[in-house]
């Protein structure tokens, strides 16, 4: 398995354009986590799926972040329209039940600037 | 509410010296605490969790739930130890971990 992967792994746009980035989780993980890291705020829970069900998105800033996950093996984190302070690099996580191992397996990351 | 309390943004110390990274945490149950790691150019990966009790590339870290905290230590640094860490904290099962602010760890010859 190759992991988590992400998509884009770069992405610069200008303010106010929309963003989506892209997640395949590892195949037969049940749980989906988005995140974001700054140098100030350190690794901020977004939004988490089980079973491609939302279960808590109290992280999403505002309402101009959503997320999705139509499938097993499919998520994004949209961002329209984009500002400046949403710069940061987004992570995509997905587990087994915690039950289980209670480990998180993370992507490599997308780094978002928004200009 | 559950916190994570990671004081220390960056840590430096010398090859072979003791290394301690501080990890404090809020929750009023039984948590679950976790360190991950993330070296240059990889990922964040899981280094050790509590309940293990293991020793990971020389690094331990020991639960105490009087003080709430769970620092990660480690008795000769070496340079390959240089990465972020992060402390994380999980409540109840099926919930999220939630994860401090990370520490730097540099260490130099």
């Known amino acids: 398995d190759a992991g988590v992967i992400q998509s884009p792994r770069h992405e610069v746009t200008e303010m106010g354009q929309e963003v989506t980035l892209r997640c395949k989780p590892i195949s037969g993980h049940d749980y989906l986590f988005w995140y974001r890291q700054t140098m100030m705020r350190g690794l901020e829970l977004l939004i988490y799926f089980n079973n491609n069900v939302p279960i808590d998105d109290s992280g999403m800033p505002e309402d101009r972040f959503s997320a999705k996950m139509p499938n097993a093996s499919f998520s994004t984190l949209k961002i329209q329209p984009s500002e400046p302070r949403d710069s940061a690099v987004y992570f995509c996580a997905s587990s087994l039940p915690r039950g289980r191992t209670g480990e998180l397996f993370f992507g490599e990351g997308s780094r978002l600037t928004v200009l | 509410a559950q916190r994570v309390t990671q004081p220390e943004k960056l840590l430096s110390v010398f090859k072979g010296a003791p290394v301690e990274l501080k990890c404090n945490y809020s929750y009023s149950g039984s948590p679950e605490l976790f360190w991950y790691v993330q070296y240059s150019r990889q990922r964040l990966q899981l280094l050790l969790r509590?309940?293990s009790r293991e020793s990971i590339k020389g690094f331990t870290a020991d639960l105490n739930k009087g003080e709430t905290s769970f620092h990660l230590k480690k008795p000769f640094a070496q340079e390959e130890d240089s990465a972020m860490y992060y402390c994380a904290l999980s409540g109840h099962a099926g919930t999220a971990l939630i994860f401090g602010k990370g520490t730097t760890l540099s260490v130099s010859s």
């Open positions: 509590h309940i």
